[in-house]
């Protein structure tokens, strides 16, 4: 049984938004990081954001800050990634994350769940 499981993905024009979602069915106890990373042909896995399960605290990559939103719902298990003022640049597969190490939350060694990843692709 998956324990992380994407959706939300798609085509979407330059300039628009999406709204990527990561359904958790794998045990919190001991998760301190639920995030997204993202991966473009030929290009490595970047980390996208993450957030602290427990406390919502939130990281970004420089290129989500200002664009991106993450947030969670514990009672529905449920973590998601707002994207605005998507660019081409934006167009990965993305992949949510769960973390059971407390240091270092943008590297993806760290992160020992992931779910299948869900395609993004902005047009020009």
């Known amino acids: 049984q998956a324990q992380l499981v994407e959706s939300g993905g798609g085509l979407v024009q330059a300039g628009g938004s999406l709204e990527l979602s990561c359904a958790v069915s794998?045990?919190?106890?001991?998760?301190?990081?639920v995030g997204w990373f993202r991966q473009a042909p030929g290009k490595e896995r970047e980390f996208v954001a993450t957030?602290?399960?427990?406390?919502?605290?939130?990281y970004y990559s420089e290129s989500a800050k200002g664009r991106f939103t993450i947030s969670r719902d514990t009672g529905k298990s449920t973590m998601v990634l707002r994207m605005n003022a998507l660019t081409p640049e934006d167009t990965a597969i993305y992949y949510c994350?769960?973390?059971?190490?407390?240091?270092?939350?943008?590297?993806?060694?760290?992160?020992?769940?992931w779910g299948q990843g869900t395609q993004v692709t902005v047009s020009s």
């Open positions: 994350a769960a973390s059971r190490q407390y240091y270092s939350p943008e590297i993806y060694s760290q992160y020992d769940h």
């Open positions: 794998l045990d919190t106890f001991g998760i301190y990081y």
């Open positions: 957030i602290r399960w427990s406390r919502g605290t939130t």
